[in-house]
């Protein structure tokens, strides 16, 4: 989500770090920093706002040294300001740390240290990291490391440098990419290989829990054992254009394999099996949860189409009435709110126009709001009551896919948080759904894994005008999702039915060679939804349908299907959605289209 760069050699650290940021600002841009060692003591340089305010500083107070770590920040733990920003360092100043992940358990470990004396200056999760760095010190900067790594939980990459051995760059990773350049009597690490493109084509792609040690002599790289591990450089061939987009062709892509990763961080720390849902910046109480009376879910676009998954599971688990709406409709409609409704609003961008009015409108009528959002000090976020952030990190492409079911999985934590506190299902039921929700993960990797067959769908569909979507309950909410993405990237006009709504009209524009997209990962529904696919079969549509594994019998029904990996129906749109993503972008690309900035399109909307 961040961006890492660090350097130790002969040349002047602070160039070469601000450069290496530069590549990596697309990751994340609200603060940035640099913290070099130069005669042995620590100077750190870092502020609030685009790495452009960083360099001016640097332009007036240029920091001399030839070891040195950077950082550009994407918050999460914390609002964007100078004191949040990386590196962080101790309390004396004398060890310096930057940090890409998360760390789950740095409030308990916070604790531990306050107790101990320690003080924290910050709110977030890496200023825990060089105080228990310091903790563990006894004249080993690496040993520190381990022992204090080992006491961490959660993903991590982090770069460490310290006064203590100011002849040392000392790194570990897990969860989180990072890599080790190696140049001529010179080395870097960057979490992203385009940060050091310019210096060096040599890397070491480190592996979870790998120590890597730099010194100005060489590299050695250790187990948490301290034993030595011998690694293979990787030459990179990739021009920096494709590096950026982490060897994809587009953005796009690379955030559609990205699901898999940011589907674990969103639930990390808050889906625990055994352990109540731990939502840290919501403050609702149980009191407050039961008095609701209605919940509105509000949005636009994309994070709409994750409302509407939000009132079918929030309705099913915790039994509360729910309306979802589009923002600009509801600010218009004087609809009836008050201290008994609650108001979820969703937006990546926590900027949209239309939802940031329907939240001061709520609020205005005394509603509370819960804001699920994807940028941590956004409007939303400041503004509602409770938040709920997805760790999505940066979304680049404008059409959204991986903030999208980053919101899927916020709203299946608000529907069981509600359900635990509201009492509407038995405690084994809720570990059930941790537990299938704690696989999603996995079965999405499994569903990237089967690109093929949606290629070759794409090739026989790229040039027609129009496609239907056709699904039931929660497969419909995710039929509209991938309506929007078909029309938004490859300009093919579609629509998305509710399949049982078809023979009351739409199905008059089905012909023979229709294009049908048929979602049926239902069970409850999957008869219904065949005899629906029947319908248009009959008409002469070419139907394309997605079904969970073990359904076979739709095979006799439709012209072809894909099938998901078995996942509790509940669960099924967070990975139905990924073959409809691919298939968008697939015909995109066949057609040529700008895939990543489609026409007309913006990634934020902060205009009516
Ligand atoms: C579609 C898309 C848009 C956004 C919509 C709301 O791919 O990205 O439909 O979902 O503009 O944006 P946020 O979530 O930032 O409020």
Request: net charge negative; aromatic share 8%.
């Amino acid at each position: 989500m961040c961006g890492i760069v660090g350097y130790i050699g002969k040349r002047q650290a602070s160039s070469i770090l601000v450069e290496g940021l530069t590549k990596l600002e697309y990751r994340g841009y609200d603060s940035a920093g640099v913290a070099i060692i130069h005669n042995g003591c620590l100077d750190v340089t870092k502020c609030k706002g685009r790495l452009a305010n960083l360099e001016k500083r640097l332009e007036i107070n240029p920091i001399e040294g030839t070891m040195g770590i950077g950082h550009t920040r994407w918050a999460t733990h914390g609002e964007p300001s100078d004191v949040n920003s990386h590196p962080h360092t101790n309390q004396k100043g004398t060890i310096s740390v930057v940090h890409n992940g998360i760390i789950e358990n740095y409030i308990q470990l916070r604790e531990k240290l306050t107790k101990k004396g320690y003080k924290f200056l910050s709110e977030t999760d890496t200023e825990i990291i060089p105080q228990l760095i310091d903790y563990y010190y006894k004249g080993d900067l690496v040993e520190a490391v381990i022992k204090a790594v080992s006491k961490m939980e959660g993903s991590y990459a982090i770069g460490v440098i310290s006064t203590y051995e100011p002849d040392k760059l000392v790194a570990v990773r897990k969860d989180s990419p990072m890599v080790v350049g190696v140049g001529d009597g010179e080395y870097f690490i960057a979490s992203d290989i385009p940060a050091i493109l310019n210096q060096t084509r040599d890397v070491y792609l480190l592996d979870d829990k790998e120590f890597v040690v730099m010194t100005t002599d060489g590299i050695s790289i250790l187990t948490e054992e301290k034993e030595e591990i011998q690694k293979e450089i990787y030459h990179v061939t990739w021009n920096t254009d494709a590096a950026e987009k982490g060897g994809y062709e587009h953005f796009m892509l690379k955030e559609i394999h990205e699901q898999p990763k940011v589907i674990k961080d969103t639930m990390l720390s808050r889906i625990i099996p055994g352990k109540p849902i731990n939502l840290d910046k919501i403050s609702i109480t149980k009191e407050q949860i039961k008095d609701i009376e209605k919940i509105f879910i509000v949005a636009c676009g994309t994070a709409y189409h994750a409302g509407v998954i939000g009132k079918y599971v929030i309705e099913k688990l915790a039994r509360i009435p729910v309306e979802v709406d589009i923002a600009s409709e509801f600010r218009y409609r004087k609809p009836i709110i008050n201290e008994k409704t609650l108001v979820i609003v969703i937006s990546q961008s926590g900027e949209t126009a239309d939802t940031l009015a329907v939240l001061r409108d709520a609020k205005a009528h005394k509603s509370r709001v819960i804001a699920v959002t994807n940028v941590v000090g956004s409007s939303v976020s400041r503004e509602a009551d409770d938040v709920l952030y997805t760790w999505a990190g940066p979304e680049i492409a404008v059409a959204s896919t991986k903030a999208y079911v980053t919101q899927l999985i916020a709203m299946y934590i608000i529907a069981l948080f509600f359900a635990e506190n509201k009492q509407t299902l038995y405690q084994e039921k809720i570990e059930y759904y941790k537990n299938a929700m704690l696989e999603l993960p996995n079965k999405a990797e499994e569903v990237l894994k089967n690109k093929e067959q949606i290629q070759k769908f794409s090739s026989k569909t790229y040039m027609y005008k129009d496609m239907f979507y056709l699904g039931r309950g929660l497969d419909y909410a995710v039929a509209m999702e991938g309506s929007l993405k078909l029309k938004e990237i490859s300009y093919i006009h579609s629509e998305a039915y509710a399949a049982g709504e078809l023979k009351h009209g739409p199905i008059a524009l089905i012909e023979k060679g229709t294009i049908v997209i048929a979602l049926a990962t239902q069970e409850d529904l999957f008869e219904k939804m065949v005899s629906n696919i029947k319908e248009v079969k009959t008409r002469g549509a070419n139907v394309f349908a997605l079904a969970l594994e073990g359904n076979d019998t739709i095979e006799k029904t439709v012209d072809s299907v894909l099938y998901l990996p078995k996942v509790d129906p509940l669960f099924a749109p967070v990975i139905s959605v990924i073959p409809l993503q691919l298939l968008s972008y697939s015909i995109a690309v066949q057609k040529a289209c700008d895939v990543d900035k489609p026409r007309n399109l913006a990634k934020s909307v902060t205009v009516e």
